[in-house]
């Protein structure tokens, strides 16, 4: 068994494999090969992977490996048929890829369609690991715009009030970020289409921002649902009035294969005060502002800076990639059967759960989207869009 680690492609600065992962890839019975150059980014030295075991090699050689670990997808046209490529594919927003893996007959994992549910799944669950991360770095980044203090400050030149951050979704990074403002010192305001999440809210120090008519719009996946426009404009211009006297917005709003909902119009923005600044944490699938310049920081007429840095978990590449590493690594390992990778029409990670389980979702499988040129049957909301 080989399994390729490859230089990732555009200004990604994550490495899918780290070198503390090569010796259990070793032990499962894999040689692995990388890319010269892979680690670069994320502060990996080749010569950290051979100390590992791994072999550095060209990308021609690492790129023809039977498996092959990525962060975005390769150039399927360059691959042979029957090749594994494991990567986050994002193939509802990106049907594209799905009809070239296709084309390739490569067998496509893509691990942002794991199925989060199964408590076997979050050891290999990178939607959270790097939705985490990302909530992290958008505090800090909205806390380096912002001209005035986070905590509260005595001094004996008077009192510095705390900073009001609000956070728009209380999800994996909405959550991390209510935790991180809380622990700046800020006094945090936050929300979410789901009522359930007000406990969670709460126990991270968090004030929930409570809707009339909310209930707990979560569907099956665990993912929030679309909402009706006029629940939307109702969420906004609740949300939106507290945040109108706040320092930092934060929004994480993303529903799953569907562009970032607008959660802060253009006519909320132009209430806000000048020097606060909002992090659009969805700035690479539409935005949740409607301002939202993608991969720029911008400011707007009133005095309103604008985040709308992509790939948040890039900003962090040594523990971004630490923590991917992990989830593949554990993925990986459990497809290795004496000494083969064997795709078992059993597991519930690779095909979901089967119907009648608490955890069967209609017409979405697991991780494995394509192969031998065809959709995977169960994934029957995809090959609805792909085709």
């Not at 009035?241 to 320092?247: G, N, P, R």
Request: aromatic letters at 4%; proline letters at 5%.
């Amino acid at each position: 068994m080989k399994l390729g680690v490859l230089v990732e492609s555009g200004d990604e600065t994550r490495v899918a494999i780290v070198p503390n992962s090569i010796p259990k890839l070793i032990k499962q019975g894999f040689d692995v090969l990388v890319e010269s150059g892979s680690g670069r980014s994320s502060h990996h030295a080749d010569s950290e992977y051979e100390a590992k075991g791994a072999t550095i090699t060209t990308r021609e050689q690492a790129i023809g490996c039977n498996l092959l670990v990525c962060i975005g997808p390769p150039d399927f046209s360059s691959l042979s048929e029957g090749q594994i490529v494991a990567c986050v594919a994002d193939p509802f927003r990106h049907p594209e890829r799905v009809r070239q893996a296709m084309d390739s007959k490569v067998i496509l994992m893509s691990m942002d369609m794991i199925p989060r549910r199964l408590s076997r799944a979050q050891a290999m669950d990178v939607n959270s690991s790097q939705d985490n991360l990302a909530g992290y770095k958008a505090v800090l980044m909205g806390a380096s715009h912002v001209t005035k203090g986070i905590p509260m400050m005595t001094t004996s030149a008077g009192t510095v009030r705390p900073a009001k951050f609000v956070i728009m979704g209380s999800g994996v990074a909405g959550l991390q970020a209510i935790a991180t403002a809380k622990r700046l010192g800020a006094i945090v305001y936050a929300s979410d289409v789901r009522k359930s999440t007000a406990e969670q809210i709460e126990s991270v120090g968090g004030r929930f921002i409570e809707v009339e008519g909310m209930d707990d719009f979560e569907d099956e996946s665990g993912y929030a649902k679309p909402l009706t426009p006029e629940f939307i404009q109702k969420v906004n211009d609740t949300v939106c009035e507290v945040a109108a006297d706040a320092d930092v917005i934060v929004t994480t709003a993303r529903i799953f294969g569907r562009p970032a909902p607008i959660t802060v119009p253009a006519s909320a923005v132009s209430e806000f005060r000048a020097g606060s600044v909002i992090v659009d944490m969805n700035a690479d699938v539409g935005g949740n502002c409607e301002l939202t310049s993608p991969g720029e920081v911008i400011t707007t007429e009133n005095g309103v800076t604008i985040v709308g840095i992509t790939n948040l978990p890039g900003r962090l590449a040594s523990t971004a990639s630490m923590l991917y590493s992990n989830n593949l690594t554990t993925f990986v390992s459990s497809l290795v059967k004496e000494g083969e990778i064997v795709i078992d029409p059993d597991d519930d990670i690779l095909f979901g759960a089967p119907e009648g389980s608490d955890f069967y979702v209609a017409g979405m499988g697991g991780v494995l989207v394509c192969m031998n040129g065809q959709i995977h049957e169960k994934q029957t909301r995809l090959a609805g869009v792909v085709e």
